[in-house]
Structures are given as C-alpha cells and as structure tokens.
C-alpha cells in the first residue's frame, strides 16, 4: 500500500511538473525566423528590440506586463527599445523618446508618457502642449526642446524607422530576439504566452550563439 501511495504522489507530482511547464515554442506560429539575420548592436548580450509606439493602445496594455518581465530578464540579455515610425505623425513620438534617452528621463518618464497620451488624453505631438507637460515633469524646457528639435535626435528617430523596415515589421508592439526570431502578440495570441515564448526565444538564441542544437 505505501509504495502505491508512493507512485501516485510521484506520478502527481510529475503531472503537476508536466502540465506547469510552457509549451514550447512553435516556429510559423508563435515566432518566425528572421531570413536572413541581422548583426545585433548588444556585443556580447542577447538582443531584444521591442517595436512600439507611444499612441498605441496595444503597446500601453503591453507595458506593465513588459515591465514585470523586465525585471527577470536574464544576465545575458538586453533589451533595446525601437519606437516605430509608419507615418509622418509616428515622428513625434520617436522624437520623443530619443529625447528622453538623451537625458536619462527613460526611467522617471517612459510610462508617464503612454499615461498623458492614453489616460490623461494629452496630445503631446502638440509641441506646445508637449512642452508645457514636460515642464510640468519638473524638466528643464528649453533643454529639452533643444534636444528634440536637434539634428542628432532626428537622425536617431529615421534610424529607428529604418531599422524597423529592415525587419520588416509591419505592427506593434514587435519583438525580435539576437536578430533572429520575430515574435508578438498577435503571433502568440495572449500576452502571457508572449512572455513565455520569448523566454524561450533568449534560451535558444543562447544555445545558438553556443553552437549548440537548438529545437
């Protein structure tokens, strides 16, 4: 009786094991293989570049989940953001991240900013209106309207929207892992799959760099 006490814990426990791992990751539906890839700008770091945009609703759902996960991401992996430009009025919210970039504000501002576009309703496109909300972030405005208006931040913002086309993203948020594997939301169908899906996407760029098989 004990050791078929026994076997059933041991087979429940390795059903439990079994059913809480994530399925892995299907290529031609939850990634695609970049063809061919391209160079990553990270060295010797795994790259992640994230494709978004400021006025997108799916990228400010995406982000507190994002942030979460940013907070595991391996040692050997580094995450570059990419704000997209499709169109002439993506510019401004290119512009505007470079900017904060430039002045280490990423962190104290970032969410702020999908918050005044997507909460607060606030066209920050609007310069005046950008730069009456930025002074209220305790900003210096004529520094931060220098930097935005510079030539350095717009090369960075056409750089961006050059890289994007490269990639041939055509939506956001869009991820693309060591400059191999392109994935999101619509290709894994939930964010939580999304997360664990570039988990996997880390580990086999890993195995890759490695020189070792990966599935």
Excluded at 103 to 111: A, D, F, Q, R, S
Aim: glycine share 6%; aromatic share 12%.
């Amino acid at each position: 009786m004990l050791a078929r006490a026994l076997a059933f814990v041991a087979a429940a426990v390795f059903s439990a094991a079994v059913l809480a791992a994530p399925e892995a990751a299907f290529e031609g539906r939850d990634f695609a293989r970049v063809n061919p890839p391209h160079a990553v700008a990270t060295g010797k770091k795994i790259e992640v570049l994230e494709f978004f945009w400021y006025r997108c609703p799916h990228c400010f759902q995406l982000e507190p989940g994002l942030t979460q996960w940013l907070k595991k991401l391996p040692k050997d992996a580094q995450v570059r953001r990419v704000p997209a430009v499709f169109r002439p009025d993506w510019q401004p919210g290119a512009k505007l991240y470079y900017t904060l970039e430039q002045m280490n504000l990423l962190g104290k501002l970032h969410e702020k900013v999908f918050n005044a576009y997507h909460i607060e309703n606030l066209d920050l496109n609007n310069p005046a209106v950008l730069g009456d909300w930025i002074a209220k972030q305790g900003v210096d405005r004529k520094q931060f309207e220098a930097i935005y208006n510079s030539f350095s931040t717009q090369s960075k913002a056409t750089q961006g929207a050059k890289l994007a086309t490269e990639y041939a993203i055509t939506g956001v948020p869009a991820f693309i892992v060591d400059g191999k594997f392109a994935t999101s939301v619509s290709m894994t169908g939930s964010e939580a799959r999304l997360f664990e899906v570039l988990d996997q996407l880390i580990a086999k760029a890993r195995a890759e760099r490695a020189g070792k098989k990966s599935r």
